[in-house]
C-alpha cells in the first residue's frame, strides 16, 4: 500500500510546519506543478463545455451564511466570525452563496440560461486535530468548483453532462470511480426542511442518473444540508472510500437568495442552482492520485516528464540543447548529469518519471536519443524531435498511457546496474 504522506515528502510534492499550522499543508515546486496541471486542465475542459469562470473573496459578512442557511446547518464547521470595522466576517465554508450573488447581480432572461460558471476557488472548514492527515483531511481546501444556474426543464440534461465530465476526467487520471451513490437525508441531521424540494431534487438526480446509465446505491444521511447530491467515490489501496466528486440539485439556496430568471410567458420564474466538482479538492484529488498511482503519475501530470540522462560529460551540450527544446515544447525537463552518479544509479534515482532520454556518444553524434520508459520498455533511438513530438502529443491528449496512447504501464520498471538503453 502507499501512503500519500510519506510518498509526498519523499518526492517532494508537499510538507506541513507547526509554525504554520495543523491541516495546512503547503506545496513544494514539484507539488505545485502538478496542481496547477490539474488545474488547467479542468479549467480547459470546463471552457470547452460552456464555463465561465470567476474569482470571489474567501471572506463573507455572516449575514451571508444566514441568508443561504449555513450558519444554521452548518457553523459547527465554521470558524469563528472576525470582527471587522463594526462587521463579523466568516472565512467561508463554501462557495456557493458568493456564486449565487455573482448571478444574482445580473437579470437574466430564459435565453440566457443555463449559466455555468466555475472557480478553483479557496474554502475553510474548522476540523479538529484528531482528524487532520496529509492533504486528505485539512482546514483550508481548493476546490474545483462550479454552479449552474438553469429552468428546472435544464437540469436533468446539466447533470447528465457533469457525470460525463466527470469520467472524461477520471480516465485521464486513470482512476476508476467505485461507484455511484445517490446521497439523501437521514434521520437526526441538519437538513432544510422542505419535504416537497427534496422529492424533486431527487427525482431530477435519480432521471439523471438513469439517462447516462449509471447504477447507484442509495446512502440516507450523506445529503447535503440543502438538497441531496450524487457523490463519486473512490476507494484507496487499503479500502478506504471517500467522496471525490460531486453533483448536487439545489432549490433552497435559489429561493433563499431569490434568483429569478424572465421566462418566454414573460413572467419571472424561479431559477434552479446545480452545484458540479469535477475532481473535488485538489488536495484530496492529488492524495488519491499519488497513492493509487504509487507516485507515478500520468505523464501529462507529473512534476518531471522528461529525463535527460547524458552518459559523459562530453554530451552535456546536447542535453542541455534538448532541456530547452523540451521547454518550448511545454514539457517539464532536467538534466540528471553524469555528477550524479553511474547511468544505473541515475536510471534508478528517476524511476518516476515517465520518460528517460538517454545520450551517448553515438546519439549525440546525429541528434538522436535513446528513451527508456518508466515501465522499463527501451525503445529504438529515434530522432530528437521524434521522441518529443510524440511525447508531447500524449501529454496534450491527456493521455493514462506512456506511448502511443496504451494503457502503457504506468508502473515502475525493474532497473539492472549496467543496463544503458544507448545504441551503438
Known amino acids: 500500500m502507499h501512503d500519500h504522506r510519506r510518498l509526498g515528502r519523499e518526492l517532494n510534492l508537499f510538507d506541513t510546519d507547526p509554525l504554520i499550522g495543523a ?11 502538478v496542481r496547477h496541471t490539474l488545474e488547467e486542465y479542468i479549467r480547459c475542459e470546463e471552457r470547452r463545455a460552456g464555463y465561465r469562470h470567476v474569482y470571489s473573496p474567501v471572506l463573507g459578512k455572516r449575514e451571508l451564511y444566514e441568508l443561504s442557511g449555513h ?23 463554501s462557495l456557493c452563496p458568493h456564486h449565487a450573488l455573482i448571478h444574482r447581480s445580473r437579470p437574466h432572461s430564459h435565453r440566457d440560461l443555463p449559466v455555468r460558471m466555475a472557480e478553483p476557488g479557496g474554502m475553510y472548514r474548522s476540523e479538529l486535530s484528531g482528524v487532520l492527515g496529509g492533504l486528505t483531511r485539512v ?27 466527470i469520467g472524461r476526467a477520471y480516465r485521464a487520471m486513470g482512476i476508476t470511480p467505485t461507484r455511484y451513490r445517490l446521497s439523501l437525508p437521514g434521520p437526526g441531521g441538519k437538513y432544510v426542511a422542505a419535504p416537497g424540494k427534496w422529492e424533486r431534487a431527487t427525482a431530477l438526480l435519480t432521471e439523471a ?3 447516462a446509465g449509471l447504477p447507484r446505491e442509495v446512502a440516507e444521511g450523506e445529503a447535503a444540508f440543502y438538497g441531496p447530491k450524487i457523490d463519486v467515490q473512490v476507494t484507496d489501496a487499503a479500502g478506504r472510500e471517500s467522496t471525490l466528486s460531486t453533483v448536487q440539485v439545489d432549490l433552497h439556496q435559489p429561493e433563499r437568495f431569490d434568483l429569478r430568471h424572465i421566462g418566454a410567458d414573460g413572467a419571472k420564474h424561479r431559477t434552479v442552482m446545480v452545484h458540479r466538482s469535477v475532481i473535488g479538492s485538489v488536495e484530496r484529488a492529488v492524495a488519491h492520485l499519488v497513492e493509487h498511482h504509487g507516485g507515478a503519475l500520468p505523464a501529462w501530470l ?20 534538448l532541456a530547452r527544446r523540451c521547454l518550448d515544447a511545454d514539457l517539464r525537463a532536467e538534466i540528471i548529469g553524469p555528477e550524479r552518479g553511474s547511468l544505473g544509479a541515475r536510471v534508478r534515482r528517476v524511476r518516476l518519471v515517465p520518460y528517460q532520454a538517454i545520450i551517448g556518444p553515438g546519439e549525440a553524434a546525429d541528434d538522436r536519443v535513446a528513451p527508456r520508459l518508466r515501465d522499463g520498455r ?14 508531447g502529443a500524449l501529454v496534450g491528449a491527456h493521455s493514462p498511457g506512456l506511448w502511443d496512447g496504451g494503457n502503457g504501464g504506468n508502473g515502475v520498471g525493474k532497473v539492472t546496474e549496467g543496463a544503458t538503453g544507448v545504441s551503438g
Open 139 to 165: 482546514r483550508a481546501i481548493h476546490l474545483n468548483d462550479a454552479h449552474i444556474f438553469c429552468t428546472l426543464d435544464q437540469v436533468v440534461g446539466e447533470v447528465r453532462d457533469a457525470l460525463g465530465m
Open 71 to 93: 450558519w444554521d446547518h452548518y457553523r459547527d464547521d465554521m470558524f469563528p466570525p472576525m470582527d471587522l470595522g463594526g462587521e463579523q466576517v466568516v472565512l467561508r465554508p
Open 209 to 211: 442518473l438513469d439517462e
Open 378 to 391: 527501451r525503445l529504438p533511438a529515434m530522432p530528437a524531435g521524434e521522441l518529443l513530438a510524440r511525447i
Open 302 to 321: 507529473a512534476p518531471l516528464q522528461v529525463a535527460i540522462l547524458p552518459v559523459t560529460a562530453a554530451e552535456l551540450p546536447v542535453a542541455e540543447a
Open 23 to 33: 491541516g495546512l499543508p503547503y506545496w513544494l515546486p514539484d507539488g505545485a506543478a
